[in-house]
């Protein structure tokens, strides 16, 4: 049994997951309500929030499972990218843990934990595919050859689109974070409403920045009483913008590595307009979207585990080598 542990942004999670892959339980602990005052997450609030969360989501989790941490074979733990205080907390209790244990730990990188929320049971994508990566902090098409790693092909050249969803929200005066926020009011407005720009840059990568000017010049010009009347439309429009730059680009892709097999991961693909747009693509269930530690235990069955007390200078990085 692999204990996995996530804490690279504001969710504070934990799982207990199968070496074939099933889940006997994923805990996750969302910051989100003592961050929406701020209107984003602060590193530092977050860092001590996951410091007072990780052991109790521990708890937690083994309480669900029924389990002990008799039961728990490796520990596994992101490692990187993300905040870097918060991505110490989950390091330090992972180390901690396996080190009182005498088990080995497993690094993982965030990003391919995104990609490994699609090789849970009980209905495994089994690779080769081409991935979209879309959360708060990436927007990645991957070339996802097996389990074990991903090449990228393009990136966002600005924001993410998690992001963008984001910050449009807060234009529109919808809550934090903003991505579910619009999706719902999306479903009430006309997207063919307002035109909004969807940028078209060279290659496989992406820019969503001129799109959220966009939308600020667009609030701007209506004025208070015109947004509160037309929030639903601007809603509907903006959020059509973005899944159609994420849908050309990712079916763009496909074409030219001759990809068979399409898959979206990340925080955005739990968005119901990208999901409905890409109906054949592989998708995690909307739980395994965001950030979860479900997913870091499943990549961590693909990736080599240091062994007992070898680990104990191991550090966290913050952004990604490539
Ligand atoms: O993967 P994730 O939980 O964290 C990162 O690794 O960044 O992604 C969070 C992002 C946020 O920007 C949030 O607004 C977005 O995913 N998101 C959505 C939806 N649910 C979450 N975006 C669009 N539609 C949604 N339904
Ligand atoms: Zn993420």
């Not at 989950?90 to 990609?115: E, I, N, Q, T, Y």
């Not at 909004?196 to 600020?216: E, M, N, Y």
């Not at 109906?279 to 007992?308: G, H, K, Q, W």
Request: proline share 5%; charged share 25%.
């Amino acid at each position: 049994m692999i204990l996995g542990l996530e804490t690279s942004c504001d969710e504070t999670a934990a799982a207990l997951v199968t070496e074939d892959g099933y889940i006997l339980a994923n805990v996750v602990s969302s910051q989100a309500e003592l961050h929406a005052r701020y209107g984003g997450i602060v590193p530092e609030v977050a860092s001590r929030r996951h410091l007072e969360l990780i052991t109790p989501v521990i708890r937690e989790t083994l309480d669900e499972a029924r389990s002990s941490l008799d039961d728990v074979e490796r520990v596994a733990v992101t490692r990187g990218p993300g905040l870097i205080g918060a991505l110490l907390v989950g390091l330090s209790a992972a180390k901690a843990l396996a080190w009182a244990r005498g088990l080995p730990l497993v690094p993982v990188d965030h990003l391919h934990g995104h990609v490994a929320s699609l090789f849970l049971q009980p209905d495994p994508a089994e690779p080769p595919f081409l991935c979209l990566l879309a959360s708060g902090g990436h927007t990645l098409l991957l070339d996802v050859p097996d389990h074990h790693g991903f090449r990228v092909l393009g990136t966002t050249l600005d924001d993410a689109a998690g992001e963008a969803f984001d910050k449009g929200a807060r234009l529109l005066g919808l809550g934090y974070p903003g991505g579910a926020e619009i999706d719902r009011l999306a479903r009430e407005g006309d997207p063919e409403a307002f035109e909004f720009p969807v940028a078209r840059v060279p290659g496989l990568d992406f820019s969503f920045s001129g799109l959220k000017t966009a939308l600020l010049y667009k609030v701007r010009e209506l004025g208070a009483d015109e947004l509160e009347r037309r929030r639903a439309d601007l809603a509907a429009s903006y959020q059509r913008a973005i899944v159609r730059a994420l849908v050309e680009r990712t079916e763009a892709a496909a074409e030219q590595t001759s990809a068979e097999r399409i898959a979206v991961v990340g925080g955005v693909a739990a968005n119901s307009e990208l999901r409905a747009s890409l109906p054949r693509a592989a998708l995690a269930p909307l739980e395994l979207c965001t950030d979860n530690a479900a997913m870091i235990a499943s990549a961590a069955r693909y990736v080599e585990e240091i062994p007992f007390a070898r680990y104990l200078a191991l550090d966290a990085y913050a952004s990604s080598a490539a």
